[in-house]
């Protein structure tokens, strides 16, 4: 105090009302009880500051919101001039946000997961501090579940790929997903685990016979998603390999035996496309009807052979067509000798006893 009056400097970064009020720190015991307030407004805008927006998910749209504000971060209502939201990466949305009373924002979407960073660019010449960022994540949908996509059919020859996809809500690709799940057949066909990168992976299936699968899903690596999906593939017979002499059996001397060859898959499976003849061999006494040439119809083809002498012959082919096959297929079969009349006679003897005698 000098001749009975002082003065002390005040101030609030903060927008509020304030009162003052004296306290006797000196013990002068003077009268003390006097008070006033003083109202602290919001200062001048420096500057536009983006507001830390909440994460959200690809397809969904996210809210950002700017201020005009003051050195203490204050928002300064009475600010109008605009500015420019820029983002980067694949996100939409950007441009110029519209201030009304300090305080403008834009929706921004992506069909991107990623990191966008928000800057922002006084593109309105108002002077003010643009230095503010932000980063938003824009997490993947996430998935619901795991889908077979329908593979086309095979045959035994080769395995086939079947390619699973983890899917959202919505049906598309879940990209976020890497999470495995297990593949699985019935009957002969393989499986197993699917790796999952970006939502989809592939598993060869194979199977050695000829039948319909149904193909599954099992959530091995407990993700929780739906597994129910299932599809069907057939496998055929495959390509023509080899030939097959089939076992014909005993023979008789005498009497012509059928000998039936087969085109069969690598598998033995018969290849009932294939119609390409063989020829079939026959060592010691024996003959092959139509000089051993096998006419193959529809995969199959049956010729005779005979043998004059009791003996077991060994068959075997030639690939006197030059198919290409592998004819490395032998049967023995034995010729056993005939029933001669006289000892089916002799079997049939019969003995007649005398009538009895009267004494």
């Keep these: 105090m000098v001749n009975g009056v002082g003065s ?8 509020e009302t304030v009162t003052l009020s004296l306290q006797d720190t000196q013990g ?28 959200g998910t690809v397809g969904t749209p996210i809210t950002v919101t700017v201020q005009a504000q003051d050195q203490y971060n204050n928002v300064v209502n009475t600010e109008t001039r605009d500015v420019t939201l820029v983002t980067s990466g694949s996100a939409t949305g950007g441009g110029l946000v519209d201030i009304q009373n300090g305080v403008g924002t834009r929706q921004i979407n992506n069909t991107v997961a990623q990191v966008v960073t928000l800057t922002l660019s006084d593109t309105e010449g108002t002077g003010l501090n ?63 685990l699917v790796n999952i990168v970006n939502g989809v992976g592939t598993v060869s299936v194979a ?36 030939f097959e002499i089939l076992n014909p059996g005993g023979g008789t001397v005498g009497t012509s035996l059928p000998v039936t060859v087969q085109a069969q898959d690598q598998y033995g499976h018969l ?10 061999l026959a060592n010691l006494s024996a003959t092959v009807a139509n000089g051993g040439l096998v006419n193959i119809t529809a995969g199959t083809g049956t010729v005779n052979v005979d043998d004059t002498v009791a003996e077991t012959v060994t068959l075997s082919l030639s690939d006197t067509q030059g198919t290409g096959l592998n004819v490395s297929s032998q049967q023995q079969v034995t010729f056993a000798a005939a029933l001669s009349l006289r000892s089916g006679l002799a079997a049939q003897t019969v003995t007649t006893e005398a009538p009895p005698q009267d004494h």
């Design 130 to 192: 643009v230095s503010s960022t932000q980063n938003v994540v824009f997490n993947p949908i996430p998935a619901t579940q795991f889908v077979i996509v329908d593979p086309p059919d095979g045959t035994v020859d080769n395995p086939i790929t079947v390619t699973v996809q983890a899917l959202t809500g919505t049906g598309s690709v879940a990209t976020g997903e890497n999470r495995d799940v297990t593949l699985q057949g019935t009957g002969s066909a393989s499986g197993g």
């Design 271 to 280: 290849v009932s496309t294939f119609g390409d003849d063989v020829t079939l």
């Design 28 to 55: 002068t015991l003077l009268d003390v009880s006097s008070t006033q307030q003083v109202v602290f407004g919001v200062g001048a805008a420096t500057q536009f500051v983006i507001l830390d927006p909440a994460d």
């Design 8 to 15: 002390v400097l005040v101030y609030d970064e903060t927008p």
């Design 207 to 242: 199977d050695q016979e000829v039948e319909t699968v149904t193909l599954s899903l099992l959530d091995s690596q407990g993700t929780g998603l739906d597994v129910r999906s299932t599809v069907q593939v057939n496998f055929a017979v495959g390509a023509a390999a080899q």
